[in-house]
């Protein structure tokens, strides 16, 4: 079992960035890849950006290519998501989530699990 907590998410000005955390249990989170989704309201949840069990392999939706960035800390059990150049398109709730392999993944169904979310909201 992993467990998964988000947090940064908040209140910002477009143009503006925030940077959200995920921190993860367990001792086996450095053999996973994880991953970034979000869900706006009325929407379905979509992929945002995966990075592999070393860091070394990234992926990103073209929404957001360019300006969202993908990173971990294997030592302190977490997974960031940079974000820059926000848009208001880019309101949702954001999710972090553990797929138990080793490669990326931009399908949702190949994700075992995930936390709660954590809501970014963008205005114009």
């Known amino acids: 079992q992993v467990q998964l907590v988000e947090s940064g998410g908040g209140l910002v000005q477009a143009g503006g960035s925030l940077r959200l955390s995920c921190a993860a249990s367990?001792?086996?989170?450095?053999?996973?890849?994880m991953g970034w989704f979000r869900q706006a309201p009325g929407k379905e949840r979509e992929f945002v950006a995966t990075?592999?069990?070393?860091?070394?392999?990234?992926y990103y939706a073209d929404s957001v290519k360019g300006r969202f960035t993908i990173s971990r800390d294997n030592a302190k059990n977490t997974v960031y998501l940079q974000m820059n150049s926000l848009k208001p398109e880019d309101t949702a709730i954001y999710y972090c989530?553990?797929?138990?392999?080793?490669?990326?993944?931009?399908?949702?169904?190949?994700?075992?699990?995930w936390g709660q979310g954590t809501q970014v909201t963008v205005s114009s």
């Open positions: 989530a553990v797929r138990r392999e080793f490669t990326i993944s931009y399908y949702r169904s190949e994700y075992d699990y």
């Open positions: 990075i592999n069990w070393s860091g070394g392999t990234t």
């Open positions: 367990g001792r086996t989170f450095r053999t996973y890849a």
